[in-house]
């Protein structure tokens, strides 16, 4: 079956587009839902107007113009009838009386909710006594104090829980973050059988290693919960997450299978075209629709339903349709990523690969350059949207991709035949299933093996500066593969300009920074989003990590910045995915480890997966005590009898100077303590360190007392730009000032390193300038006025705490002296912080465990 594109497709492929930039827009402001329509109906009108009464005189370009301007008009009408008919239901009165109260929620599941994840989609039905709501929402489970539990789609939640209104724009309405273990009701008909199959599948796939195991189930029925973090990371380094679970290439691949088995057996065209849409909708069933697999499944029911007529087959206006037709289902696909990637990808290849493969037809053979192109055009397409979400060029993806994508066919087909069998025979389910475990494995190996190649993700800008960039580099290579040959060179060499400039952009700034970065450092903050990874030593010699982070690649770069390749002791406070997500990335370097208290399975998975790599675990307890190089450390917190895990049970570091250290900074690192365990450490911290790592990120639950007996200097907040928890809290960033303790927060200043210098002065570089750290609000992620750069604050010493800043060359330089506790300046007046709503997206905070929880 062959799907031809010819230029005329873009009659309607234009509106469709045009009307999906509305779609983005008015999701955000649905109120104005109704004048939108009227407006676009108006300009309809007005369109076909002028196209009647003119239609003898007028030009063929004005009346092509005319009819596409009434077609986008009429979409556009169509879709914001839309949204002014589901905004009401999305945010009923009864959710704004609700908003962040806590009330009795009933929640069935939409997707499934596994012991490992943080959250889940589902559907608010009942809030109190109010009945009959249909409001999409996302689920958070409660952090601690409860037993880990599961659920699958279908689910019916009934449990307290409070309900935040969620962000103009989102997929979903509002956030509901349970309080205590629920009460849940099955599902039943075809949800219940295939969750059933599911968990015959995951019990035959079980056995299997690593991470072959993982993708295979991500492959076959889009469970990713036992994919490991270093997997994750390798596979969005090398653009291959698309194969860690159900995308919408899997369904064309079920439904060309069920169409040649019913071609094979003889049915008629009618009978094959209606088995695969009732073998589809099962499929999409048990591997739990997200918007890629939805829109793939509505284009191959049309696809189907085209061949049925008899009809000739074109692909964009069948892509077009089926984006308008999802948008007026759902207006909020717009802005949903997945939705986005997978339009895109598929307009790609319906759009350049076929005269991308033509073009290096002329060098290549004809099959190798399909196979070439597919990738290519689609990789293309999506760039300008995964730069976005991840700012990056991934520079071995194309290979990756030719590689990994004739096995991901044979993965997907042999693990479905697999999970057909589980439930009536498991023992031959095990037998197919090992054989789509190999071509799984190859997978994962390809990924690790590219992502570990030199240079396998390079630096792109961030923010829209960045997607604008690449944009415009996908677009003029675009334009080369479409435009005549005598153009093509100018396409090049516009795309490989922007591309040049791009790159520099953030390469060179990294290059002079790196230069900057103090080599005598003792304690540094690694800007890993979201997270803490604190980096100490005594000047010079062995180094010890506190806490890795979620994102292993922020981590690594921090790493290379501060050239480090080897990890003598590991600290890992508590199990917080934020907290030990990227241990992936350090497992290989890493001598020794001490753990906090073991709650949880996947607790113990990552102390297992540290056992497999040779590293000495231990679990830390109030007498743990130890030197690095000539830098004394010990455990104050918990207490060897302590037994409960998570936020009140994080191990404490405190560290000490050696007799002869001169260069060693002192600390005590607090982990995601809470008020309550903070107030019972006070009688056991001993020392007044030049730097505390503030406690969970700088949230609300903090004992002022302790800050004051602490007495630091420096304060370290690891804390992610545009972060959804409001971190750091105002009231946080009051008691530091108040403690006499300036804030240095990873958001706006990037990593932070802190060094001791000649008579007792302490050093603290950042990687950026930024305005007053100590009192601005959550920032929003944009780079500084100023751009990277390399600084440096003084706090402690002279009379004026903000003396002017020495300049050298383009890096701004400030010394920070950490005066005798007797003689330092009190509080510093800062402008008020302004905090930011809590809430939960997936996606936007750290993935995994244990998830935290709002201030």
């Known amino acids: 079956m062959e799907l031809r594109t010819g230029t005329s497709d873009l009659r309607l492929a234009v509106p469709v587009a045009v009307t999906w930039i509305q779609a983005v827009l008015l999701v955000g402001v649905p109120d104005t839902a109704w004048w939108c329509a009227a407006g676009a109906t108006a300009t309809g009108l007005v369109a076909v107007l002028v196209l009647v009464v003119g239609q003898r005189r007028a030009p063929a370009v004005l009346s092509a113009v005319l009819g596409a301007m009434a077609v986008a008009a009429a979409c556009c009408a169509l879709v914001a009838v839309a949204v002014g008919v589901r905004a009401p239901s999305r945010s009923p009165e009864v959710l704004e009386d609700r908003d962040r109260r806590t009330a009795t929620v009933e929640v069935v599941l939409t997707r499934d909710l596994a012991t490992t994840d943080r959250s889940?989609?589902?559907?608010?039905?009942?809030?109190?006594?109010t009945g009959g709501l249909r409001v999409p929402v996302r689920l958070v489970p409660a952090a601690s104090g409860t037993t880990p539990w599961a659920a699958a789609a279908g689910t019916v939640i009934v449990g307290r829980g409070t309900v935040e209104a969620d962000d103009d724009g989102a997929p979903t309405a509002a956030v509901v973050f349970l309080r205590?273990?629920?009460?849940?009701?099955?599902?039943?008909?075809?949800?219940?059988?295939?969750?059933?199959?599911?968990?015959?599948?995951?019990?035959?796939?079980?056995?299997?290693?690593?991470?072959?195991?993982?993708?295979?189930?991500?492959?076959?029925?889009?469970?990713?919960?036992?994919?490991?973090?270093?997997?994750?990371?390798?596979?969005?380094?090398?653009?291959?997450?698309?194969?860690?679970?159900?995308?919408?290439?899997?369904?064309?691949?079920?439904?060309?299978?069920?169409?040649?088995?019913g071609r094979g057996i003889g049915?008629?065209?009618?009978?094959?075209?209606?088995?695969?849409?009732?073998?589809?909708?099962?499929?999409?069933?048990?591997?739990?629709?997200?918007?890629?697999?939805?829109?793939?499944?509505?284009?191959?029911?049309?696809?189907?339903?085209?061949?049925?007529?008899?009809?000739?087959?074109?692909?964009?206006?069948?892509?077009?349709?089926?984006?308008?037709?999802?948008?007026?289902?759902?207006?909020?696909y717009a802005r949903t990523p997945a939705f986005a990637l997978s339009v895109l990808a598929t307009a790609g290849i319906l759009g350049l690969a076929p005269r991308l493969t033509e073009v290096l037809g002329r060098r290549?053979?004809?099959?190798?350059?399909?196979?070439?192109?597919?990738?290519?055009?689609?990789?293309?397409?999506?760039?300008?949207?995964?730069?976005?979400?991840?700012?990056?060029?991934?520079?071995?993806?194309?290979?990756?991709?030719?590689?990994?994508?004739?096995?991901?066919?044979?993965?997907?087909?042999?693990?479905?035949?697999?999970?057909?069998?589980?439930?009536?025979?498991?023992?031959?389910?095990?037998?197919?299933?090992?054989?789509?475990?190999?071509?799984?494995?190859?997978?994962?190996?390809?990924?690790h093996g590219a992502a570990a190649l030199p240079g396998a993700s390079l630096g792109w800008p961030a923010g829209a500066g960045g997607a604008a960039a690449a944009t415009v580099v996908s677009g003029a290579l675009g334009g080369a593969v479409l435009a005549p040959e005598r153009l093509r060179v100018r396409w090049l060499v516009v795309s490989g300009a922007v591309l040049v400039l791009g790159l520099g952009a953030v390469?060179?700034?990294?290059?002079?920074?790196?230069?900057?970065?103090?080599?005598?450092?003792?304690?540094?903050?690694?800007?890993?989003?979201?997270?803490?990874?604190?980096?100490?030593?005594?000047?010079?010699?062995?180094?010890?990590?506190?806490?890795?982070?979620?994102?292993?690649?922020?981590?690594?770069?921090?790493?290379?910045?501060?050239?480090?390749?080897?990890?003598?002791?590991?600290?890992?406070?508590?199990?917080?995915?934020?907290?030990?997500?990227?241990?992936?990335?350090?497992?290989?370097?890493?001598?020794?480890?001490?753990?906090?208290?073991?709650?949880?399975?996947?607790?113990?998975?990552?102390?297992?997966?540290?056992?497999?790599?040779?590293?000495?675990?231990?679990a830390a307890d109030d007498g743990t005590s130890g030197t690095l190089g000539m830098l004394r450390w010990r455990v104050v917190w918990p207490r060897a009898e302590a037994s409960d895990a998570g936020n009140d049970a994080s191990v404490v570091l405190e560290t000490a100077a050696g007799p002869s250290c001169g260069t060693c900074v002192t600390g005590v690192f607090l982990g995601d303590l809470g008020a309550r365990a903070q107030r019972r450490l006070r009688p056991l911290v001993e020392s007044h360190p030049d730097v505390v790592k503030v406690a969970h990120h700088g949230s609300a639950d903090q004992d002022p007392a302790l800050y004051r007996q602490l007495a630091a200097p420096v304060g370290l907040i690891g804390v992610g730009a545009d972060n959804t928890y409001g971190h750091p809290t105002a009231s946080a960033l009051a008691m530091l000032r108040a403690a006499g303790t300036t804030a240095f927060r990873t958001d706006m200043q990037g990593t932070i390193?802190?060094?001791?210098?000649?008579?007792?002065?302490?050093?603290?570089?950042?990687?950026?300038?930024?305005?007053?750290?100590?009192?601005?609000?959550?920032?929003?992620?944009?780079?500084?006025?100023?751009?990277?750069?390399?600084a440096a604050r003084r706090i402690g010493a002279g009379p004026d705490p903000l003396d002017p800043v020495p300049t050298e060359g383009t890096h701004a330089r400030q010394e920070v002296h950490a005066r005798r506790r007797q003689d330092r300046p009190g509080p510093l007046v800062r402008r008020p912080s302004r905090t930011r709503r809590a809430r939960h997206r997936s996606g936007a905070v750290p993935r995994g465990a244990r998830q935290q929880r709002p201030p």
């Open 267 to 332: 049915l008629p065209r009618s009978l094959r075209a209606v088995g695969a849409v009732g073998f589809l909708v099962a499929f999409v069933v048990l591997v739990r629709p997200d918007p890629s697999i939805l829109r793939a499944a509505v284009m191959a029911v049309v696809v189907l339903l085209v061949r049925l007529s008899g009809r000739p087959l074109r692909g964009v206006p069948l892509l077009a349709l089926t984006v308008l037709g999802m948008l007026v289902a759902d207006p909020w």
């Open 507 to 618: 390469a060179v700034p990294r290059m002079v920074v790196r230069g900057t970065v103090p080599t005598d450092w003792s304690v540094a903050a690694c800007d890993v989003g979201q997270g803490d990874a604190v980096l100490v030593r005594d000047g010079s010699g062995p180094v010890a990590l506190v806490d890795t982070g979620d994102d292993e690649e922020l981590l690594l770069r921090c790493l290379d910045l501060l050239d480090v390749d080897r990890i003598d002791l590991l600290v890992l406070t508590h199990f917080d995915r934020d907290h030990v997500g990227a241990v992936g990335a350090v497992v290989d370097r890493t001598a020794r480890a001490l753990v906090g208290p073991v709650g949880r399975a996947e607790d113990d998975r990552v102390v297992a997966s540290l056992e497999r790599a040779g590293v000495e675990v231990r």
């Open 753 to 790: 390193v802190v060094s001791r210098g000649p008579q007792g002065a302490v050093h603290v570089w950042t990687e950026r300038t930024s305005p007053d750290a100590s009192s601005a609000a959550p920032s929003s992620g944009a780079p500084s006025p100023t751009g990277p750069s390399a």
């Open 120 to 129: 889940t989609t589902g559907t608010l039905r009942r809030l109190d006594d």
């Open 180 to 261: 205590g273990t629920p009460t849940t009701r099955p599902p039943g008909g075809l949800l219940a059988a295939t969750d059933r199959a599911r968990q015959a599948f995951v019990a035959a796939t079980d056995g299997l290693p690593e991470p072959g195991g993982a993708l295979l189930r991500g492959l076959a029925i889009g469970d990713r919960s036992g994919l490991d973090p270093a997997t994750a990371a390798a596979m969005e380094t090398t653009a291959l997450t698309h194969l860690t679970a159900v995308s919408g290439s899997n369904c064309a691949v079920v439904v060309a299978l069920v169409v040649a088995v």
């Open 364 to 447: 290549l053979w004809k099959p190798v350059a399909a196979a070439v192109a597919l990738p290519v055009a689609a990789q293309l397409a999506c760039w300008p949207v995964t730069v976005v979400l991840a700012p990056t060029v991934p520079t071995y993806a194309v290979p990756a991709n030719l590689l990994t994508e004739p096995l991901a066919p044979v993965v997907t087909v042999t693990g479905l035949a697999a999970c057909l069998l589980a439930p009536v025979w498991p023992w031959g389910a095990a037998v197919v299933a090992q054989v789509a475990w190999a071509p799984a494995a190859a997978i994962g190996a390809v990924a």
